[in-house]
């Protein structure tokens, strides 16, 4: 599993900066937990207090609002993320015999990293690729008509 | 020489940025000077990606082009493998009746000169010269109606936020567009972002708001980057800003992402979600109209209505109200997608079958089997057999077949597929996205896996247990989440019982 990195002083320090950058911001929990996620990899759990602390709302307000939206993470990913799609229109196109292919090919299930840290394997529902399915996103990249060997190519690359 | 590639998140799935790399590579090579465009997608995705080359007679298609096609594009273009002739002439085009995605896929997306240049800003300098309550009449007449689903009259919505009083107003744009089979706004968003813009800023002039959002997926991180770059130049040549071209009007606006989660589609759990709330249902009233971001009047609108409004003021109400057919007033972008020959954006007036959509213009399945079914308005509309395909594509029509057209995206499906595992698959995806609000769709949709398991274990007592189930989300969902997914549940029962008996008649 990736290992979590200590939080420490530099990560309060990294925290400040993000919450000095957002203030004043209409709304700003969600973009807050964005800048997050892209500095740290994770919102790591030392975070949430802090950020708690400069909304002035409670932890458990913002481990519910951290806790309700798929995108956030409470660890790490593994080094690649592939994201595939198992909405309706890619499974008209065979995606669901894609997704076996690859948990087959991992040995893991959704949400899953593999135990050498090198992918995490994600559902998504929807990347608007709707008439180029299978649709597949690999570390921020898109993939339209994915197939077995596409996805096995992927995978290599990603050792 | 002056050459296209789409940087449409379709194109580049498809290959289009190494298309790029390589035309640019390859004119290093050979000494050319080229002027290449990323412009957005013309919306023939079974073409992309798909490259254009300027030429007196106008613009020459070629594709779905690999990088390998790229050098011989330099060696002459008539004979070229991949040339279909001019794109403007292809038949996809021809039939289509584009005014909302006029300038997509034409234009340099970033370009405010090419915008100018296609009648970009006329609806805004004119909305800038009526008053307010002229530019809400003007959207009122057009007849245009939310098409993000609902299809609620965006005239009546504007006239209730520009009655209401208060500071402050905001428009927001639902460009969540979560929907499997839709990608018209990710499309539009990327391809004419300022297109957008515009029909915003005549929105805030219209109701007295000086501030709007675009509240986009993270599953669309090209039209996030598209918008993010197109607002910054519109504010530097004043079309946003505290005098809008000129004006004593004041209207900005800026891109908040989602964080993954379908539900903040519906506009009270995404108006909860921008709040930085979790992404619960409000209930209705209060309308967001004058109850709705921070607690103040707010239109929420889809992009696609958001969109249509320059080219209704530009054009005027008369001109978009006469395309269409009944009350269903001016044109729909279809989204034509799933296993289909010929997928993609099809804009085109009201009133065409579904039977002429499905078979006509997307030629079937891809796999050239039987279509089987056709799931009509994204995940939470019904599927739709043949038999139902004289439908007329209409709200009404729709409505009145048990159906809905929602935010006009088709998802083609050959005769290898299970309509049992479909309609599990919607009851599945309500549970993974419910809010949690309403017992009836976060218990019941994990009932709704469970009793079709059991139907497909042949438990004969499952059926009229899963029709009830469906009768009770229906009734007692705060949103159409819980509510509407007994759509493609109940229509998959109706229309396709032998994929449901099957297992029991094996069991007997």
Redesign the interface.
Known sequence: MPSTPAFGDSGVQTLREILDAHRGM??????I??GVQAAFGHVPPEALPIIAQD?NISRA?AH??MS?????REVPAGRTVLKLCR???????GADALADHARDRLGVDWHGTTADGAVTLEP??????????P?A?VN?K????ADAARIDRILEGAR | MKIWVPLD??A???GADDVAMAITAEAAKRGVEITLVRNGSRGM??L?PLVEIATDDGRLAFGPMEPEDVPALFDGIDTHPKALGLTEKLPWMVRQTRLTFARCGVVDPLSLHDYELHHGLKGLRRALDMTPAEVVQEVTDSGLRGRGGAGFPTGIKWKTVAGAAGPQKYIVCNAD???????AD?MLMEGDPFTLIEGMAIAGIAVGATKGYIYTR?????AITQMEKAIKIARVAGILGQRVLGSDIAFDMEV???????VCGEETSLLN???????VVRAKPPLPALEG??GKPTVVNNVISLASVPVIMDRGAAFYRNFGMGRSHGTMAL??????KY??LFETAFGLSLGEIVLDIAGGT?TGRPVKAV?VGG?LGAWFPPSLFDTPFTYEDFAAKDGLIGHA?L????DR?DMLK?AR?AME?CA??S?GKCTPCRIGAVRGVETLDRVAAGDPSAIPLLTDLCNTMKAGSLCALGGFTPYPVMSALTHFPDDFATAREAAE
């Not at chain 1, 998504?124 to 399915?133: E, I, N, P, S, W």
Request: some cysteine; aromatic content about 10%; glycine content about 14%.
């Open positions: 209409e709304g700003a929990l969600l973009p937990l964005h909304l307000e519910g609002v309700f939206y798929h995108d956030f909405a309706e229109s890619c499974q008209a196109v998504v529902f929807c990347l608007g690729l709707c008439a180029c399915g649709a996103m921020g898109l993939v339209g008509r | 998140s379709a580049v799935a498809l995705v079974w992309e567009e979560g929907d499997s089979a839709t990608f990710r993270s599953e669309y991180p090209i908040r992402v989602g964080a993954g989660a379908y979600s921008m709040e930085g709330k979790r992404g971001f921070m989204q034509i997608a799933g296993n289909v997928g993609g891809a799931q995940p995206g998802t083609l499906a050959d597929t479909m698959f995806f993974i996205e809010c």
